[in-house]
């Protein structure tokens, strides 16, 4: 996928263990209720599977007793022992850190390390930043939402996390941009903006913006307080962003967006949206959030790959039939008679051109830009909004043992006690004799073999 998609494989794999780590929250007896998912990868792993790729995991929890280092220590040995389980991605407790401190409203969040042991980073050990706050106002209701896991691996059931509802996710990037003026956020906002079929009403998104601001104590952000920024935002766009994208877009074409978008959401004019490319009712156009495809893998990819250039309006190049041509991709469609199409514009002519999915032998994004001339059906369609689903059933690894809360007379911190303790067997090489452990340590006791002389074996290796 890495080669496909012109990613480092480390970016990859890591998407790959946040896919998992995801799970296992949504697996875990209360994080599952209490956690509320948010930020960039939120907008990458939940709402638009064309985004930039992302390194943390930005959650909201309604019980602020959770932000207790001890508590979060037990949750994520039992997450990580249940991920091991499910993937053989090694997550060991003794590699993760969770800094509590006092943020500037005076109230305690965290700052958490996970590191893992992938695929990709057999020796290396890679990490996860978790950023855990539980005082940040919630103006909307949070959904829950299915979770993009674009590997062979997907658990049946799927994966599913409670969310940020879209406009929230939105007006906290608006808020971010004015407040801290990253790269990232510019190209969040932005793109969002550009999301014609899934931008909501600006009365509701400057509603949320505006008590976001007065939440955090500060303005809401206008064109003229990111003027300075400019210079500043320029220099850092390809160190901060390059590595999250298959190819980094223009900045100027990021930067020249605002003035629309700030005149749009303060109650100026809709950007117009062109008119999709003629269909006479014989093509269906495919645009599902999660588009999955009855296609080889190669073709699948190709498929991403031309998304993310559509969305980011970046022509791509396309080998077809043995030659290449540059392209503006518009709409993708299955015709009647089950042929998948790409309907697109020549660069330079503008001619318009179909080509078959089945014939298509590599996709490449530019850096070149374009305006489009029709209707982008290659993103997802309108908002997002998706209605709380029944507590799901939680793995069987979680619910071995009954859950239950400490009922000791008030209590300031979290009990370490909540969860049941994994265990873990280990065997020994020399004898076979096996050891219960209730976590990872792969040393042996002193023991006797099966005819009751001592064992030399002193190191095991983990069967369950």
Known sequence: MATQMSLNPHVVEK????GWMLAGIASHPILRETWVFKGGTCLKKCYFETYRFSEDLDFTLTDPDQINEEFLKTAFAEIGAWIYDQTGI???AAEQKFDIYKNPRGTISCEGKIKYRGPVSPRDMPGIKLDLTADERLVLPPVRVPVFHPYTDTPEQGIDVLSYAYEEVFGEKIRALGERTRPRDLYDVVNLFRNDDARPSPSVLLDVLGQKCEFKGINVPTLADLEPHRQELMGLWSSMLKH??????????????????FGWINGGATPAIPVAYANDGSETVLRARNLRLPVSGTAQAMVEIIRFGAANRLLVELDYQGSTRRIEPYSLRRTSDGHIILHALREGSGEHRSYRLDRMQGARVTNQTFVPKYEIELTPKGPVSVAQSPARATSSAFRAQPVTRARAAPRKKASSSYFAKPTHTYQCPMCSKKFKRDKYDPKLNSHKNQWGQPCSGRTGFLVS
Not at 244 to 261: G, I, K, M, T
Request: charged share 20%.
């Open 15 to 18: 998407d790959y263990v946040l």
């Open 90 to 92: 090694e997550v060991p």
């Open 244 to 261: 999250q994208l298959p190819v980094l877009p223009p900045y100027e074409s990021f930067w020249d967006e605002l003035p629309n978008f």
